[in-house]
Nanobody, 121 residues
Framework: QVQLVESGGGLVQPGGSLRLSCAAS????????MGWYRQAPGKQRESVAT???????SYADSMKGRLTISRDNAKKMVYLQMNSLKPEDTAVYYC???????????????WGQGTQVTVSS
């Protein structure tokens, strides 16, 4: 059973910073891309940052320059450092990973339960 568990969300003032963490656990053979998505009320879920197994990263234009995504392959974790946060960054942030479970020849997309980030004074 593969699981992703996020942590690190919360309430922060505009201009503040937060660091989100996501841990993958279970019977895992390989983790490919890992990333973060967000979904604001009344809006579709959108990708904000991705890091592939080589370490190469990509970011949403709306948050570029304010985000740093990183991963620790040994710990099976992915992190998202968010700086200069704005009220419009308020959303539920979800961890996503493409994971090949042990004993399987195919990789699947897994999602965490989400963590709320609220940017407000």
């Amino acid at each position: 059973q593969v699981q992703l568990v996020e942590s690190g969300g919360g309430l922060v003032q505009p201009g503040g910073s937060l660091r989100l963490s996501c841990a993958a656990s279970g019977s895992i053979s390989r983790i490919n891309a890992m990333g973060w998505y967000r979904q604001a009320p009344g809006k579709q879920r959108e990708s904000v940052a991705t890091v592939i197994s080589s370490g190469s990263t990509s970011y949403a234009d709306s948050m570029k320059g304010r985000l740093t995504i990183s991963r620790d392959n040994a710990k099976k974790m992915v992190y998202l450092q968010m700086n200069s946060l704005k009220p419009e960054d308020t959303a539920v942030y979800y961890c996503n990973a493409n994971i090949q479970p042990r004993g399987y020849s195919t990789a699947y997309d897994y999602w965490g339960q989400g963590t709320q980030v609220t940017v407000s004074s």
